[in-house]
């Protein structure tokens, strides 16, 4: 029998809608070059499939480490950064104790939260979207809160919180995650107090430097937390496909990561000048692959509008203060004119 704290649960939804133009869920919008391709697809040939992958994927590991600037011994892996989130909201403190979120934020927090049945302390961000620390001092001294998510460049909003916050929220022994999903386009990092604290923990993916297909997340802590946190981890998390295309695009693909990143990140401003322009439009700056705005009509009429005329982007005002929000995420220039254009006509 199912347990009834099912009821409470929503099944996650992600964007589904079918668009040519699709810039909803910050993807690079670049795929692999042929010569990489070709690559990979000479090592997949060489792989069998009928044999389970390396449980510990030490190679990819290595690879990662080295490309990240850590050692192996201070990473592990999951099945994107979801499953890392996941096992944090299980290891860290009771169930009975708390997780803080400032919100509006990346969801999956909340979520995985929620599976467990964690009580939360979800903190609305002040008006320039930084952590609210009068207010979050309080709640997390009465709630018993162990445990703290941040986004970092939080998705949605995309800015970075101030450190010295998140710092002063960690002194009241709380355990800190820092997401940094969007760490290649704003070079801001907690990677160092990772590698040195046993309260602090930085979170990594390869989905939004061009390999979400793959389902590859990246945690980097001090060696003594990974091997803790290891212990929950399924066998086999990593698919061999995943770990043999991840070697290879990280070992010989770094220019095309390189030059993605540096051509999304010009973009970045570009398309931020060009919604500035847009008569009605408020739009907020971004450190990460993706730009909030704000427009002066209904969200989901200006989302649907957009689709009708095969432009997909996020809606994001059913998160709490994002009122009239949506979320674009960075294409080719191309792309980025189409939806500049389709927006105009829109609004
Ligand atoms: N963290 C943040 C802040 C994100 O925005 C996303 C994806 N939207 C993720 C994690 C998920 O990463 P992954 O694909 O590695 O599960």
Same mark, same amino acid.
Request: glycine content about 6%; hydrophobic content about 35%.
């Given at each position: 029998?199912?347990?009834?704290?099912?009821?409470?649960?929503?099944?996650?939804?992600?964007?589904?809608?079918?668009?040519?133009?699709?810039?909803?869920?910050?993807?690079l919008?670049y795929?692999?070059?042929?010569?990489?391709?070709?690559?990979?697809?000479?090592?997949?040939?060489?792989?069998?499939?009928?044999?389970?992958?390396?449980?510990?994927?030490?190679?990819?590991?290595?690879?990662?480490?080295?490309f990240?600037?850590?050692?192996?011994?201070?990473?592990?892996?999951?099945?994107?950064?979801?499953?890392?989130?996941?096992?944090?909201?299980?290891?860290?403190?009771?169930?009975?104790?708390?997780?803080?979120?400032?919100?509006?934020?990346?969801?999956?927090?909340?979520?995985?939260?929620?599976?467990?049945?964690?009580?939360?302390?979800?903190?609305?961000?002040?008006?320039?979207?930084?952590?609210?620390?009068? %207010?979050?001092? @309080?709640?997390?001294?009465?709630?018993?809160?162990?445990?703290?998510?941040?986004?970092?460049?939080?998705?949605?909003?995309?800015?970075?919180?101030?450190?010295?916050?998140?710092?002063?929220?960690?002194?009241?022994?709380?355990?800190?995650?820092?997401?940094?999903?969007?760490?290649s386009?704003?070079?801001?990092?907690?990677?160092?107090?990772?590698?040195?604290?046993?309260?602090?923990?930085?979170?990594?993916?390869?989905?939004?430097i061009g390999l979400?297909?793959?389902?590859?997340?990246?945690?980097?802590?001090?060696?003594?937390?990974?091997?803790?946190?290891?212990?929950?981890?399924?066998?086999?998390?990593?698919?061999?496909?995943?770990?043999?295309?991840?070697?290879?695009v990280l070992?010989?693909g770094r220019d095309f990561i390189e030059e993605s990143v540096?051509?999304?990140?010009? @973009?970045?401003?570009?398309?931020?000048?060009?919604?500035?322009?847009?008569?009605?439009?408020?739009?907020?700056?971004?450190?990460?692959?993706?730009?909030?705005?704000?427009?002066?009509?209904?969200? %989901?009429?200006?989302?649907?509008?957009?689709?009708?005329?095969?432009?997909?982007?996020?809606?994001?005002?059913?998160?709490?203060?994002?009122?009239?929000?949506?979320?674009?995420?960075?294409?080719?220039? @191309?792309?980025?004119?189409?939806?500049?254009?389709?927006?105009?006509?829109?609004?």
């Amino acid at each position: 029998m199912l347990s009834r704290r099912l009821n409470s649960l929503k099944a996650y939804k992600t964007e589904t809608t079918k668009a040519r133009i699709r810039l909803s869920s910050n993807e690079l919008p670049y795929d692999l070059p042929e010569d990489l391709k070709t690559l990979i697809l000479n090592e997949l040939k060489e792989t069998q499939l009928n044999r389970y992958p390396d449980p510990n994927s030490e190679e990819l590991r290595e690879v990662i480490g080295d490309f990240f600037g850590v050692s192996s011994e201070n990473i592990l892996l999951g099945n994107g950064s979801d499953e890392l989130i996941y096992y944090l909201s299980i290891a860290v403190g009771d169930f009975s104790q708390g997780v803080y979120v400032p919100v509006p934020t990346f969801p999956m927090y909340e979520i995985s939260a929620d599976m467990l049945g964690r009580p939360k302390v979800c903190v609305q961000l002040d008006e320039n979207f930084d952590i609210n620390l009068e %207010k979050s001092l @309080e709640l997390i001294a009465n709630k018993s809160v162990v445990l703290a998510y941040y986004s970092y460049p939080n998705n949605p909003t995309g800015n970075l919180f101030s450190k010295e916050k998140i710092h002063r929220i960690r002194e009241e022994g709380v355990f800190t995650v820092v997401d940094e999903a969007y760490y290649s386009y704003s070079g801001e990092s907690f990677k160092d107090e990772a590698l040195k604290r046993e309260d602090t923990v930085v979170l990594r993916t390869l989905s939004k430097i061009g390999l979400a297909g793959l389902r590859v997340g990246i945690l980097i802590g001090k060696e003594s937390v990974v091997s803790e946190l290891n212990k929950l981890r399924l066998p086999f998390n990593v698919t061999s496909p995943s770990q043999i295309i991840a070697k290879v695009v990280l070992s010989s693909g770094r220019d095309f990561i390189e030059e993605s990143v540096k051509k999304v990140t010009s @973009e970045r401003e570009r398309v931020l000048k060009e919604l500035k322009g847009i008569k009605g439009v408020e739009v907020f700056p971004s450190r990460a692959n993706f730009i909030l705005f704000r427009t002066p009509f209904n969200a %989901k009429a200006v989302h649907k509008g957009l689709v009708e005329r095969d432009v997909l982007i996020r809606d994001m005002s059913y998160l709490p203060g994002l009122d009239r929000c949506l979320r674009v995420s960075i294409g080719k220039p @191309e792309e980025n004119d189409i939806f500049l254009e389709a927006l105009e006509k829109v609004l």
